[in-house]
């Protein structure tokens, strides 16, 4: 199958998508989004398949989050869609049978930490950098952050992270269990198979068990109501003067 925004290699049944938009920092736009749904249909069908690596082109970011020029094209009206849409494709990485690994090599904002949070772990590199910044932007989380990064790391520190909007390092992620192991650069994607193939070991179908048992963990009603909320913010003015100024490389005046 070929992409134009997606890179991809299967080699001993692993499957490695890279995410390859490195001149915008891998950002999520509409492309991306509906070919990581179908990199993942191909996933879930093929039967040589039985792991798959989700990183980002390039030496900077995993991914820097959705792509903001494109919420400009986007109705007042249509931010909860927008979310729905993002939260459908991350649901199924999240449901995936087989282990999704994210390998985060750089920026995971926004979307991006979304992204890596909805895989079933993380490895990052030392230069990784995490982040909920969607409150510069006058937006909240939309695509699970809400609800997946208070479970992984805990109510207070999520609270900060997205109230603040600050990035924190890869260390720093580790310790909060964000991610389970800090790599050089160079070792990020063979650490990643090294722990992949000892998961490969084990039976398939225990594992498709375990993803399966640990997912119900979750609230989904958290997921629906963070929908509504982000269509709500979605139409407000702050949202229209936080796009505007990133886009025009300026500080936002926010008026509430
Ligand atoms: N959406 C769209 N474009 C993005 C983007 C995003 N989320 N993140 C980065 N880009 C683009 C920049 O606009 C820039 O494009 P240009 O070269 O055409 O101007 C390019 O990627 C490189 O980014 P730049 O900002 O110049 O790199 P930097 O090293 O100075 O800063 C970041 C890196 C990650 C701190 C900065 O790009 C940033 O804050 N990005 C937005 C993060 C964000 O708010 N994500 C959540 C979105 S909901």
Redesign the pocket.
């Known amino acids: 199958m070929n992409y134009s925004t997606l890179k991809t290699e299967a080699t001993d049944h692993i499957f490695i998508i890279t995410i390859n938009r490195p001149?915008?920092?891998n950002?999520?736009?509409k492309t991306v989004l509906a070919e990581l749904d179908k990199a993942f249909e191909q996933v879930y069908k093929d039967e040589n398949t039985r792991a798959v690596i989700i990183t980002g082109a390039g030496e900077?970011?995993f991914v820097?989050?959705?792509?903001?020029?494109?919420?400009t094209e986007v109705k007042d009206n249509e931010g909860e869609r927008l979310a729905r849409k993002g939260q459908d494709i991350f649901f199924k990485i999240e449901n995936c049978p087989k282990p999704v690994i994210a390998a985060v090599n750089g920026?995971a904002?926004?979307?991006?930490c979304e992204l890596a949070m909805a895989c079933h772990f993380r490895l990052a590199s030392t230069n990784a950098?995490f982040?909920?910044?969607?409150v510069?932007?006058g937006?909240i989380?939309?695509y699970g952050g809400t609800q997946r990064l208070t479970m992984l790391v805990g109510k207070g520190k999520a609270m900060e992270l997205m109230m603040t909007?600050n990035?924190i390092g890869a260390e720093e992620a580790k310790n909060l269990g964000l991610v389970n192991y800090v790599e050089s650069p160079e070792n990020l994607i063979p650490k990643t198979k090294e722990i992949i193939n000892q998961i490969l070991t084990k039976s398939p179908l225990a594992i498709s068990k375990v993803i399966e048992a640990v997912n119900f963990y979750f609230n989904k009603d958290g997921f629906n109501e963070e929908a509504k909320l982000f269509g709500e913010a979605f139409s407000s003015d702050d949202k229209k003067e936080g796009t505007a100024a990133?886009?025009e490389?300026r500080k936002p005046a926010f008026k509430g």
């Open positions: 001149d915008k920092l950002a999520l736009n900077k970011a820097a989050g959705a792509d903001i020029s494109e919420f920026f904002l926004g979307g991006g950098k982040g909920q910044p969607e510069n932007l937006l989380p939309g909007g990035m990133f886009l490389k």
